[in-house]
Structure formats: C-alpha cells, structure tokens
C-alpha cells in the first residue's frame, strides 16, 4: 500500500528542484529526521528506508542518530528548528516528554511528523502520524501462541497446569514496548483458555541482541531452564540473542521453549528454518516512501491523515522457507 503511494515521486535527485518531485515553491524541501538509534535489525531496515525514500524524492534530508538518548532526539529538533527545516519527522524513543520541544517546532511554524513509536502529546502539536500498531501486534503474538500450544497439547515442562510465558520487553517507556505487553496480556486475557498461561518473567532486554541474551541467561538461571514453556520476545533481535542463551544451557530453542517475537527481520526467518524459532510478527519497517510522500502533501498544503498504519502479516515457521526470498529487509 504504502509503496504504491510512491509511485509518482519523481526520479532522483535531477528532478529534486523542478515540478513538484521534493520542491514547495520550486524550492527543494528539506525535512530534518531525528532517528532514536540503531539498536537492532529493524531500525537498520527503517533508518536504510528513509534515507533512500528521500533520496528518491529529491527531498534534501539532514539525518540526526539519537544513540538511544532522548536528550540527543530534543536537541536535534531544536537544531532543526533553528536551521528552518521546512518539516521536522521524528521517531520518539519514549512516549513522554515531548511538549516543549514540538510547542516550539509548532511556534515556528515547522509541521511535524511523528514516524513508527507514538508519542503521548496533544493533536496540535503534530500533522500526522505515520506508525506501527504494536497493540495489535501484541495480540496477534499471543493468539498465534495460544493456537500453536493447542496444537502441540504438550505438558509445561515445570509440572502443574500452566504453561509459563517469559517476556523480554523492548525498551522501557518506548510506545511499542507498552503496546506490545498490552496487546499481549488483554488478548491472554480475553482468551477461553487463557488461565492456562501465566506471565512468570518479564525483563527489557532494550530491542538489543546483547541484552536479550543476557536476560534470557538470567532467566533460565533464576529457575527459568526447567519451567520456561514460551517466550514472547518483543522484537526479533532480542530473541536472536535468547536462542544463543537457550542453546547455551542445553535446551532447544524452538522445541523447549515455544519462541514468538515481532519484527519479521531476516534473522528471525533464518531461525525458524534452522527450528530454532517458532513464529515473527511483522512489524513493517519500510516507512520511508509514505514519509515522503506525507511531507510532500503536508508542505503543499493538501490533507493528510492523522494516523496512517503500516500493513503487517504474521509468518509461522512453516512459511519460513518458501518466504525469506521475498523478504526486503
Ligand atoms: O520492533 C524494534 C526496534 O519501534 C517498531 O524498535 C520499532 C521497534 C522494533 O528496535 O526492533
């Protein structure tokens, strides 16, 4: 959906100052982006996206990486702000904080687009919202989970009638790490059987490979090697580092314990053919042509929507092979 949108902008750069392909006012357009980082697979797919979006555009693009640090992010804006960018994007790596620094974008007059995470501020301060529906993603992690252990009817390895669930939660206070948990544990919720299952370790492993291994080694030691039956892992870096964890003590990951995680990068479907991995949730990281084209429209005065949802799939194991070709990122 979001591609075919792209299908008017225009070829590269010689066209980035004639017709309306990256120019307002026969001007070229510059958007300031403040990236969060570049933790993992994904933010390295969306990061790749924007930059060659912009590029395809003709639309002058001043790139700032946060490296985690929400300080970074707000001083970016506020440089933006005062170079006069014609519109500031943003990926907010926490949901709150953000008033001050988009009430000034908004004094400026610089439209501002929110991009992937969600931040908690108020309607006027942004123009629209292009993102990720990490509830629904949460939910769809659970409701694979809960048809995939039916299938197996297996016995949770810890004895008793519960199946015990560890998570490793993105980072804290991040939009998509609290909707991931609330999509997960409402859908556990609401599920016929969902007393069968039980939340018995939750830890942010931060979106990273390194910290989900080593939570996931922490786990396991606290009691977790004999009784972990799934792991929800909220992307699929954090879970490419519980694999190595679960391999280290002697269990097999995939088998032992049941993994689902979000994202749908490369790794985690080479993981499922390897069995080491159960399911991904997509998580569509290949934003930069709406960004475009949502800055294009804004800057030319047309309407937007305020909120605009990547298109995401779930892919089982068993889909793994036949998809990985296909997959861009
Ligand atoms: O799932 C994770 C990344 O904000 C949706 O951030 C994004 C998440 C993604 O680091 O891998």
Do not use: H
């Amino acid at each position: 959906m979001m591609l075919a949108l792209c299908a008017g902008c225009g070829g590269g750069e010689e066209s980035a100052s004639s017709g309306d392909s990256g120019s307002k006012d026969g001007k070229q357009i510059t958007i300031g982006y403040s990236q969060l980082g570049a933790e993992s697979e994904w933010r390295t797919a969306q990061t790749e996206s924007i930059k060659q979006a912009a590029k395809d555009a003709g639309i002058n693009l001043q790139f700032s990486d946060a490296q985690q640090k929400q300080e970074n992010q707000i001083k970016a804006i506020r440089s933006f702000i005062a170079q006069g960018v014609d519109l500031i994007a943003f990926t907010p790596i926490v949901e709150t904080g953000w008033d001050t620094v988009l009430k000034e974008a908004k004094d400026a007059g610089i439209p501002v687009v929110i991009v992937d995470r969600d931040a908690k501020v108020s309607d006027d301060l942004y123009v629209a919202k292009i993102g990720t529906d990490s509830v629904a993603e949460g939910r769809k992690a659970f409701e694979w989970v809960d048809q995939y252990m039916k299938e197996q009817n297996k016995t949770p390895r810890g004895g008793g009638d519960q199946y015990q669930i560890a998570v490793l939660e993105g980072t804290v206070g991040a939009s998509v790490s609290l909707g991931r948990s609330k999509g997960f544990n409402e859908a556990m919720q609401a599920a016929e059987d969902g007393s069968k299952y039980t939340i018995a370790m939750s830890q942010t492993g931060e979106f990273t490979r390194q910290k989900g291994q080593e939570v996931m080694e922490s786990f396991l030691k606290s009691g977790g090697r004999d009784t972990i039956d799934i792991l929800f892992s909220q992307n699929d870096d954090m879970a490419l580092g519980a694999i190595q964890a679960i391999e280290a003590a002697g269990l097999q990951p995939g088998k032992d314990i049941v993994i689902v995680s979000v994202d749908g990068v490369k790794g985690a479907f080479q993981a499922m053919i390897d069995g080491k991995s159960n399911c991904t949730v997509e998580c569509n990281p290949l934003q930069g042509p709406l960004l475009m084209e949502t800055a294009k429209k804004i800057l030319n005065g047309e309407q937007v929507d305020k909120m605009v949802y990547m298109d995401e799939g779930v892919f089982p194991a068993e889909v793994a092979e036949k998809t990985l070709p296909e997959r861009k990122y």
